[in-house]
């Protein structure tokens, strides 16, 4: 993953983080007002070589190393009983040597001769005075139990050099650190469980997903509209949207990589709801606006759509020129006031792959491209039913729809396979439904500007038009 990635992944799941960070500075916060404050005092003792009457620079040095070599093994005595139960008799607690073991901890310094004892304790007195106790003790059991010479005197010294005060402030909870901690934490598990979710999730919902299944282009980006299916002719309802230029720009970049010169193409999806009728009306829109004549063909024989959203009658059409029971010229309906031509589907048939795989259907693919600069057939899903794939033997390519966040990338890439296995030319893919953050985020509201001011010169009526008029 590259850096845009990462943040890409970040930017989708900030609610998740956010939350998670709050939940972390909420517990840790309860954390801090509940808990029972602890504090801690801490002793420390210098063990060294008891110097012998020659004084010599030598033994001084040997007993020095033999102190640094021992004081390891004397942290341990600290959590012995032998100097917890003596602990326990001192100062009459009501406990036991290894629930006290808990409260005490021992260390020493690297290449010292130095133990630090600390003890932890709801009580500031008492933890002062438990660590001067096991101070005390400790001494007293190295001293006496441990090393002691065959004349009964230790040859190892060890002295208290900073004595256990009752510290004033609690170590913890410390809310100002808790909170900071819990907040950490909690981002953490926030952005872990986003990166998981970006693992796992298999659905397509950047461009980069797509770029990643297929190296055909990607032909326009269409931002999503909760309302598409009740007012699908974005031209009719926002003209000059951004929507409306998303598909000027499709238009745009499927004449620049028309290269072959194609005029025929069908306009399918993978699945169900990706767009795919809406981006096929539409599409027909935009490249009637610039004076092309365009044929829009509804080859969804299955679940008809393009006549209820062009608002045109649809009880003929196809399948009645397909069956010879009537003529194109008759059930051909024009759309609006410019070339755009729109043939129904008309009677649903028994048998649709049949009727779409037919010469007839070919023959009629062939008589519109030669009538019509373009020639759109909305197509059922890839994936259900091969009536797309059919269709697509007669004409010029395939322009593919891919729904953020609907289709999967294996879904995308058993369509794109299903294309090459029967030789289909795929024109590029058409990303729709993209959360118009995400779109401006990636970078495509900037292509729409672009677009906008490109088109006004195509646009019947727009400034370039006009001036162009005036000449």
Not at 125 to 136: D, F, L, Y
Not at 349 to 370: K, Q
């Amino acid at each position: 993953m590259e850096l845009r990635d990462y943040l890409r992944v970040i930017r989708a799941n900030w609610i998740l983080i956010a939350l998670s960070a709050l939940i972390g500075v909420a517990v840790s916060t309860g954390y801090s007002l509940t808990a029972t404050p602890q504090y801690q005092s801490t002793t420390k003792l210098y063990v060294s070589a008891r110097a012998n009457d020659s004084g010599a620079t030598a033994d001084l040095a040997q007993g020095t190393s033999f102190a640094r070599q021992a004081v390891s093994s004397y942290v341990s005595v600290v959590n012995s009983a032998s100097v917890l139960d003596r602990v326990i008799a001192d100062l009459d607690l009501d406990t036991t040597s290894a629930a006290l073991a808990s409260k005490v901890s021992a260390s020493s310094p690297a290449n010292t001769v130095l133990i630090d004892i600390t003890v932890t304790s709801e009580d500031p007195v008492a933890a002062a005075a438990i660590a001067n106790s096991v101070g005390k003790n400790t001494a007293y059991v190295v001293t006496t139990k441990l090393e002691t010479s065959g004349q009964g005197q230790s040859p190892v010294k060890v002295q208290t050099i900073q004595t256990a005060v009752a510290p004033t402030r609690p170590t913890s909870p410390r809310m100002s650190t808790d909170i900071a901690l819990g907040l950490v934490l909690g981002l953490g598990v926030g952005v872990l469980i986003a990166f998981l979710r970006s693992v796992l999730d298999n659905r397509v919902r950047t461009a980069l997903d797509i770029e990643r299944t297929t190296d055909r282009p990607i032909l326009g980006v269409i931002s999503l509209d909760h309302d598409a299916a009740k007012r699908p002719l974005v031209f009719h309802t926002e003209p000059r949207s951004p929507r409306a230029e998303s598909y000027r720009s499709l238009r745009t970049n499927l004449q620049f990589t028309n290269l072959d010169n194609q005029r025929s193409y069908v306009i399918t999806s993978s699945v169900p709801r990706e767009g795919k009728t809406t981006t096929s009306v539409n599409l027909a829109i935009a490249l009637a606006e610039t004076g092309a004549r365009v044929a829009l063909v509804d080859g969804d024989l299955r679940l008809p759509k393009v006549a209820e959203r062009m608002g045109i009658e649809g009880a003929a059409g196809l399948t009645d020129v397909l069956i010879n029971r009537a003529r194109l010229a008759d059930v051909l309906q024009r759309w609006g006031s410019g070339q755009l031509y729109v043939l129904a589907a008309g009677l649903l048939p028994p048998n649709p792959s049949e009727l779409l795989g037919s010469t007839a259907m070919a023959a009629l693919i062939d008589d519109l491209t030669g009538e019509f600069d373009y020639v759109l057939v909305d197509a059922p899903p890839i994936l259900l039913v091969t009536d797309a794939a059919v269709i697509s033997k007669s004409t010029g390519g395939v322009i593919l729809t891919a729904a953020c966040g609907k289709v999967k990338k294996n879904e995308l890439a058993a369509s794109l396979r299903a294309l090459g296995q029967i030789g289909s030319h795929l024109a590029g893919i058409v990303f729709t439904m993209l959360p118009e953050r995400q779109a401006d985020s990636d970078g495509y509201g900037a292509y729409t500007q672009m677009a906008l001011r490109d088109s006004a010169a195509d646009v019947p009526g727009g400034r370039r038009a006009r001036r162009a008029k005036g000449k």
